[in-house]
T-cell receptor, first 113, second 114 residues
Framework: GESVGLHLPTLSVQEGDNSIINCAYSNSASDYFIWYKQESGKGPQFIIDIRSNMDKRQGQRVTVLLNKTVKHLSLQIAATQPGDSAVYFCAELTRGGSEKLVFGKGTKLTVNP | NAGVMQNPRHLVRRRGQEARLRCSPMKGHSHVYWYRQLPEEGLKFMVYLQKENIIDESGMPKERFSAEFPKEGPSILRIQQVVRGDSAAYFC????????????FGDGTRLSIL
C-alpha cells in the first residue's frame, strides 16, 4: 500500500492568505522528499525538496517543513495566488532502495479571488 | 532548455492493439522513470531505466508491458494487447544522476482504450 498519504483532500483559501498542505509518511527509512504541483492536463512540476538531515527549507514563497519524529511533511505557500490553484503531491524516496518516488494521493488547492 | 518530452499527448487504441509511448529525457539526464496515474489519484511507479538497462521494474505488470531506453533515441513504454483497464495517464520523468535528485516530469500521454 501507499506509504505516503495526505490529511486533507481539498483546501480552499482566499487570495493573499497563506496555505499549508500536509503530508504524512510511514516509512522511517525515507530520506528525501519532494513537493510537486500538478495543474490540469499537465505533468507534476517540481516545487521544492528536502533531505532528511534538514527540518526546514525555503524557496520562493514556499517553505517545506519536515518532522521526522512524527513522520510529517508540510508545504507552506505564502501570499497564495490564483495561479497556485492545482493539486499538490508529496513524494518520498527511500534510502537504499531503487530510486522510485512514492506519491500520496494529492491535495487540491483552490484559491478564491 | 527543453524539458522532458513525451509523445503522443493523447493516444486512442482499441482493445487488443499495441500502444507505444515515447519519452525523451531532459538534456544531460540519463535516468528515466515511468509512472501511471489514474484520475483523482497519485502517480504509481512502474519502471526505472538507465541507458540500455532496466534498473527496477517492480511496478510493471508482468505481462503485456515492457520498457526500454536504448543507447540512441527515446525511452519507449510498450503495452501489448491493450485492455480497458490500461486507460490512464502515463508520465515519464528524468533525473541527472538518479541518486536523491529531483525527478522532472513530462506532460504525459493520455491513453484511452475503446
Amino acid at each position: 500500500g501507499e506509504s505516503v498519504g495526505l490529511h486533507l483532500p481539498t483546501l480552499s483559501v482566499q487570495e493573499g492568505d497563506n496555505s499549508i498542505i500536509n503530508c504524512a509518511y510511514s516509512n522511517s527509512a525515507s530520506d528525501y522528499f519532494i513537493w510537486y504541483k500538478q495543474e490540469s492536463g499537465k505533468g507534476p512540476q517540481f516545487i521544492i525538496d528536502i533531505r532528511s538531515n534538514m527540518d526546514k527549507r525555503q524557496g520562493q514563497r514556499v517553505t517545506v517543513l519536515l518532522n521526522k519524529t512524527v513522520k510529517h511533511l508540510s508545504l507552506q505557500i505564502a501570499a497564495t495566488q490564483p495561479g497556485d490553484s492545482a493539486v499538490y503531491f508529496c513524494a518520498e524516496l527511500t534510502r537504499g532502495g531503487s530510486e522510485k518516488l512514492v506519491f500520496g494521493k494529492g491535495t487540491k488547492l483552490t484559491v478564491n479571488p | 532548455n527543453a524539458g522532458v518530452m513525451q509523445n503522443p499527448r493523447h493516444l486512442v487504441r482499441r482493445r487488443g492493439q499495441e500502444a507505444r509511448l515515447r519519452c525523451s529525457p531532459m538534456k544531460g539526464h540519463s535516468h528515466v522513470y515511468w509512472y501511471r496515474q489514474l484520475p483523482e489519484e497519485g502517480l504509481k511507479f512502474m519502471v526505472y531505466l538507465q541507458k540500455e538497462n532496466i534498473i527496477d521494474e517492480s511496478g510493471m505488470p508482468k505481462e503485456r508491458f515492457s520498457a526500454e531506453f536504448p543507447k540512441e533515441g527515446p525511452s519507449i513504454l510498450r503495452i501489448q494487447q491493450v485492455v480497458r483497464g490500461d486507460s490512464a495517464a502515463y508520465f515519464c520523468a528524468s533525473s541527472r544522476t538518479g541518486f536523491n535528485q529531483p525527478q522532472h516530469f513530462g506532460d504525459g500521454t493520455r491513453l484511452s482504450i475503446l
